[in-house]
């Protein structure tokens, strides 16, 4: 007796597609929704100030803020984790991000400034009779947002196109984006450049007509700053389950048999620079509001290496792990701070040194490790 070979659509012989997330894995992201859009609001804006599950605005404030951070982590964990790139410029792109967003809440401002004139009151003390050109289009809001994505997106384009074509790599690629980062610092410092100086932008008024410093404001940039948290992390993991995401990791473990299988890797390795510096130019806007302030200082070297500190605390090529990450380390910054200011730079040097050399998976992998070691 014969029997037909099974034909190509036979679904044993289809490619199975990797699941985004496990049952488990839904179910947190779930939760976290929950958590952002409706435990946080309901605590902080109904529960009164004297019961002990209120929120106070500090902290609404704070986790708001390192919920940003988390998303410039996540965009490091693509780009270093999964592809191999270390970048310590990433601050540049958050920052241009918050220049952007700074630049329509400054126009929002008014006649409410301390000069009571339609220019920002960086312009007037420095004698400036009218707008520079680049503030032509600052009062609308949709055309700053799309600034938002086009300054970050467009430099990272041109940049991350004649490195990566010339095959910079290594620390060579990463001494380069911090001259990048480090030169931008300088320019943004200068006042004729129309960005405010050293002082930045600040004493922000409304957002949208709205008063930005409102109870109902802040929680309405909080809840959108974690459900687009939540969103680049889906993103993230649907990319990485991709074919484009595996070609990305085997460019990350071996470039060059990768130009030989016929791939581009140029087209690979730019198109993810892309994207992350975009998701960090969101968080920089995101973070601009809530903060309440953004000058030169975002774009110091040191900005940009705690953005890797981050990703590797947590744990790289794991997604989650730099989100862990950014919250662990800004959580402690946080408390250093106050309580021991003078030691702070001491417990990061002594924290990143620490997981160099035993937990070279950052904080999840050693979660992974002992769950593997119990199921044995």
Known sequence: MTTNPPTTSSPALLPQRPRLLSPRGWLAVLTAILVVAVLVPVLNLLVPAGNPLHLSDYLVGLVGKIMCYAICALAMDLIWGYTGILSLGHGLFFALGGYAMGMYLMRQIGRDGNYQSDLPDFMVFLDWKTLPWHWALSDSFWFQMAMVLVMPGLLAYVFGFFAFRSRIKGVYFSIITQALTYAAMLLFFRNETGFGGNN?????????????????????????????????????????????????????????????TGYDPLAYKLGIWVLSALMCGVAGALYVPQVGIINPGEMSPAASIEIAIWAAVGGRATLIGPIVGAFFVNGAKSWFTQVFPEFWLYFLGALFIAVTLFLPDGIVGLFKSKKGEKQS
């Open 200 to 260: 930045g932008f600040t004493d922000f008024k409304r957002i949208l007509g709205i008063s930005a410093t409102a109870p109902s404001t802040r929680m309405t940039l909080f809840v959108i700053t974690g459900l687009v948290l939540v969103g680049f992390y889906l993103m993230a993991k649907w990319i990485v389950a991709s074919k484009f995401g595996r070609v990305l990791q085997a460019i990350r473990d071996a470039e060059s048999r990768v130009m030989f």
